[in-house]
DNA sequence: ACCACGTACCGCCAGT
DNA sequence: ACACTGGCGGTACGTG
């Protein structure tokens, strides 16, 4: 595809890759141009059988003519926020949020509020340990909990609204350690039991199943960018012994370790 | 692959 | 009435 970019870009498949795709996301384009039929009836498949459908900026202009947004709340940039109410009197366009998420439609606004619906999708689909490590590798500020709002009106700059920022990310920096609920909620100033209840309801995961996941992705970075040994890379992430890392490594990744890092470097030399 | 042990988890419930 | 807390017990799960 050439685009006026300085940069043309190199799609591999067709349209019908579609088909069973779990997410489609929608970029902004022009928003006279008219929707090709094939594209409106891919969306509208994609719609029906429960699939993501995630748009951005004046993508949402593309959902709209395929008439995936009647009846439903939308937005777009700002820029266009007037113009999709006007075209589209029956979707409720709200101008002023970055995304708004309904059924399995997101919309979002400018570029930037793309990043953060999607980092709300990854949330939803792998848990708010994924989302971080995500936030955090594309350098981006944590998302906020999302609650049961379907909106999320704007990026939070206060730690203390996020009572767990501070918890998890003193526990990224102790993995290594033996950590306890116990010492977790006493650090966190609640008893045990509050403590596992409010974490799962704010983060999605137990504190235990969220320690193992960060675990895991620090022993892949390791693998991936460190030569240390198996029982090294166990110790620093956590894990104590490479008999336990492999352990989680098969039950979640499907792998082992040595695996992993043998296919991780020949895919990096490839 | 298996077992034994301890911890984590979660539903329940009484108390605030 | 309501929301939240925190202890208890059975069960699932991680660890060795």
């Known amino acids: 595809v050439r685009t006026s970019l300085g940069y043309d870009m190199m799609i591999a498949d067709g349209l019908e890759k579609a088909a069973d795709a779990d997410l489609i996301a929608v970029p902004a384009h022009l928003i006279d141009a008219d929707v090709h039929p094939e594209v409106v009836r891919v969306l509208r498949e994609a719609a029906e059988r429960g699939a993501w459908i995630l748009s951005i900026c004046s993508g949402a202009f593309t959902l709209a003519k395929a008439g995936l947004l009647s009846g439903r709340s939308a937005t777009t940039h700002w820029m266009h926020a007037e113009r999709l109410a006007a075209e589209f009197p029956d979707i409720s366009v709200d101008p002023d949020v970055l995304f708004v998420e309904d059924g399995r439609i997101i919309t979002s606004a400018g570029t930037a509020s793309g990043i953060d619906a999607c980092l709300h999708l990854i949330r939803i689909e792998l848990g708010a340990a994924a989302a971080n490590v995500v936030a955090r590798r594309m350098v981006v500020p944590p998302q906020r909990a999302g609650g049961q709002s379907q909106y999320i009106a704007a990026p939070v700059k206060e730690r203390c609204t996020d009572s767990f920022a501070e918890v998890t990310e003193w526990m990224l920096e102790h993995l290594e350690e033996e950590l306890t609920i116990d010492e977790l909620a006493r650090r966190a100033l609640m008893s ?18 969220w320690l193992n996941r960060q675990r895991l992705l620090r022993a892949q970075q390791l693998l991936e960018e460190s030569s240390l040994g198996l ?15 492999r352990h989680h490594f098969a039950k979640t990744l499907d792998t082992t370790p040595a695996a992993y890092r043998r296919a991780f470097t020949v895919r990096l030399s490839a």
């Open 192 to 209: 045990p039991r509050t403590f596992a209840r409010r974490f799962k309801a704010d983060l999605g995961t137990t504190p235990g199943a």
């Open 231 to 245: 029982d090294a890379v166990a110790a620093e992430s956590g894990f104590g012994t490479a008999a336990v890392m």
